[in-house]
């Protein structure tokens, strides 16, 4: 999403600069300010930030791993160097990218809000490190500006991470939402971000496909939200925008997705097809994909094993069960409505898929 992003934020004549690892071909076209560096590194995060009004901090760490390390590295530590940054270089807003499984549970979700509480139980160290983050980015709003923000006192050392397990609160101090001084912050918790130039979620799936790898978990009627990456992009566009003092933006959390869910695995013929290959046709029943993911994370992490298990208890829930959102809230608060329908988006991807992969 990061490239439609920048792409917008040029297009609206805002002058943009980019943290990346490493330097992007697309990125010097649009003639963006890149910096490269480490989002383990405070001191290279915080360069980055010198002199920005705005700052969208969209990385992750998105794996199913065992080893917790990288989680921690990119999510805990990478958002508090990111917060801690804005804080010491005086940014106006920081727009965090959330995902909606923080509030994800073993059964469906259908239709939930904002009001959802955080996920009862943790399937994997991703769900559990970005409910962590939303946290703490949304209790740092109206902090004032400083060198030394403490993150309200909470431990988060690498030690202290591994020992939480599903209870854990970030103080929200009442602050003077009119000091000018300060950080206002919001997050988004989009799902399943696809369309045209996508190096992960899509070719992954074509990939596994066409080694005969790719197996329906449940019954195949289990309905997802989804956002198509251009509307992923306005939205945080949008969110940055509407954050203004007292307002009711500043310190919320929203869903944001396409207007309707979508069947997962109809959709995920319907990419297939774009490429020419067949429906997934093998199937497993939610048990059994729960039981054999309980497996094989234990035994990744007895033997401990690196790379992905190709089932676990969280992907296995994913794959299975109905998780869609309203979006009502998001709508009305941002002014957030998606512009490019899930039609034309997969049109689009088609035209992008068939280039690449056909």
């Known amino acids: 999403m990061g490239?439609?992003?920048?792409?917008?934020?040029?297009?609206?004549?805002?002058?943009?600069?980019?943290?990346?690892?490493?330097?992007?071909?697309?990125?010097?076209?649009?003639?963006?300010?890149?910096?490269?560096?480490?989002?383990?590194?405070?001191?290279?995060?915080?360069?980055?930030?010198?002199?920005?009004?705005?700052?969208?901090?969209?990385a992750a760490f998105p794996s199913i791993v065992m080893d917790p390390r990288p989680y921690y590295e990119t999510n805990v530590l990478g958002t508090k160097n990111v917060l801690a940054a804005c804080l010491k270089n005086k940014a106006r807003k920081l727009v965090y990218t959330s995902t909606q499984c923080v509030a994800n549970t073993v059964e469906s979700q259908e239709g939930v809000d904002e009001s959802v509480p955080f996920a009862p139980q943790w399937l994997g160290w991703y769900q559990m490190t970005k409910a962590i983050a939303e946290q703490f980015v949304r209790a740092a709003n109206y902090a004032p500006w400083t060198d030394d923000y403490d993150f309200g006192g909470v431990d988060l050392s690498e030690s202290q991470f591994r020992s939480l397990k599903t209870k854990f609160t970030f103080p929200s101090p009442k602050r003077d939402p009119y000091r000018e001084d300060s950080l206002m912050t919001v997050a988004l918790r989009p799902h399943l971000i696809w369309g045209p130039r996508d190096r992960n979620l899509v070719p992954r799936l074509i990939q596994r496909?066409?080694?005969?790898?790719?197996?329906?978990?449940?019954?195949?009627?289990?309905?997802?939200?989804?956002?198509?990456?251009?509307?992923?992009?306005?939205?945080?566009?949008?969110?940055?925008?509407?954050?203004?003092?007292?307002?009711?933006?500043?310190?919320?959390?929203?869903?944001?997705?396409?207007?309707?869910?979508?069947?997962?695995?109809?959709?995920?013929?319907?990419?297939?097809?774009?490429?020419?290959?067949?429906?997934?046709?093998?199937?497993?029943?939610?048990?059994?994909?729960?039981?054999?993911?309980?497996?094989?994370?234990?035994?990744?992490?007895?033997?401990?094993?690196?790379?992905?298990?190709?089932?676990?208890?969280?992907?296995?829930?994913?794959?299975?069960?109905?998780?869609?959102?309203?979006?009502t809230r998001a709508k009305k608060e941002l002014g957030f409505a998606p512009a490019v329908s899930t039609e034309e988006g997969m049109r689009l991807m088609g035209e992008d898929l068939r280039e690449r992969f056909a």
Request: neutral net charge.
């Open 3 to 58: 490239l439609y992003l920048v792409e917008r934020l040029v297009a609206d004549g805002v002058e943009t600069r980019t943290f990346c690892r490493h330097e992007h071909d697309e990125l010097k076209r649009l003639g963006v300010d890149q910096r490269l560096g480490d989002l383990r590194s405070f001191d290279d995060v915080s360069s980055a930030c010198k002199d920005c009004d705005v700052v969208y901090h969209i």
């Open 209 to 327: 496909a066409r080694a005969g790898k790719l197996i329906r978990v449940g019954d195949g009627s289990n309905l997802l939200s989804t956002i198509y990456v251009q509307n992923a992009a306005d939205a945080h566009k949008r969110a940055a925008d509407a954050l203004e003092p007292g307002g009711s933006v500043p310190g919320s959390v929203y869903y944001i997705a396409q207007e309707k869910p979508l069947n997962c695995w109809k959709w995920i013929d319907e990419i297939l097809a774009l490429v020419g290959e067949p429906p997934v046709s093998r199937s497993l029943s939610f048990k059994t994909a729960w039981f054999i993911g309980s497996i094989l994370e234990k035994t990744y992490r007895l033997l401990r094993k690196k790379g992905e298990p190709v089932m676990t208890r969280f992907l296995a829930t994913q794959l299975a069960k109905s998780y869609w959102f309203d979006t």
